[in-house]
């Protein structure tokens, strides 16, 4: 996979570089001179990269607290004195890291950390702390510093480009969801997301799905699909109100628990139960609660509810016969006036 990345690499930097120049440039010359730019950046600036399979073991230090702003401003500080180098330079210097010169390769890379700013600006709107991606595009510059074939007579940043985007955008994808996307979901939810947020600047609206789906040329079900993946899920624990003393979960119904309305209608019919019990006598009463469990829900059988009362079997049989008579004529009645 990494020879195929890095043919890939070589074969885009021996064509034009119209499209990488401007990103250069911007690195290299503007950058750091209006750090506040890098706050206005936004996500539909991100374009869609090549998948990265590998990491290098070093790792460039900031020397500060990581994803903080004021890291982030001191790490700027730091690296405005290093100075962008020339073709003639890069070459001299590829051509030493070849012979295992580190002091070259140190300063091979110490010139391009402004790019891999540049590059990671583009995924500021992410969720994920720019630090973290400047740390992982920094990775892939040391790469892309040993990648380097400096007889093929191109800038290296031209060729260090690809590893660098590529690398951050699996950072930004992999760390700003809790749920992670397969590599080609995540590049047609980008591209779906860039375009809506370019017609969104050119209408002064959010465009409707149809509208997105004939602007990237994607069937208007894959549309709406990759639109609900941009949900992102939510806390349970997270505090639904200022003070912290409730959480989302505790707003949630309990589904095994029954419902206020389940509550007020058992207690109503429990109070109708009782009212008509008081029709029967004290024993055709006590007959009917122990054999259908009235009250502890503990159902008897005759002959139970015969020891219990002191009487035989059938003599209970014969109290529940006219008990129940009884309440079902009582039903009756309330039905009839009901209706």
Known sequence: MNALLTETAAKHTTKSSIEIEPLLNEGYDSLLDDSDSL?????????????????????????????SEDAFQSYLRDIRVFGRLTLAEEIELGRRVAAGDELARRKLIESNLRLVIAIARRYSGTGVPQMDLIQEGNLALMHAVEKFDYRRGYHFGTYAIWWIRQ???????DHSRLIHLPEHLAMRLRK?????????????????????????HIDLDEVVDLLGLIEQPVSLDMPVDDEARFSLADTLEDTMAPSLAETASQHLLGEEVYRTLALLTTRERMVITLRFGIGDGQSHTLLEVGKELGISRERVRQLEVVALKKLRSKLLEKLGNSV
């Open 39 to 67: 706050k206005e950046s936004s996500e539909a600036d991100v374009r869609e990269e090549l998948p990265i399979h590998s990491r290098c073991t070093q790792v460039v230090s900031t020397r500060q607290a990581r994803g």
């Open 167 to 173: 690398a951050v955008n699996r950072a930004a994808s």
């Open 192 to 216: 779906v997301r860039r375009i809506a947020a370019q017609l969104s600047q050119e209408n002064g609206q959010d465009p409707l799905p149809e509208h997105i789906a004939e602007a990237a």
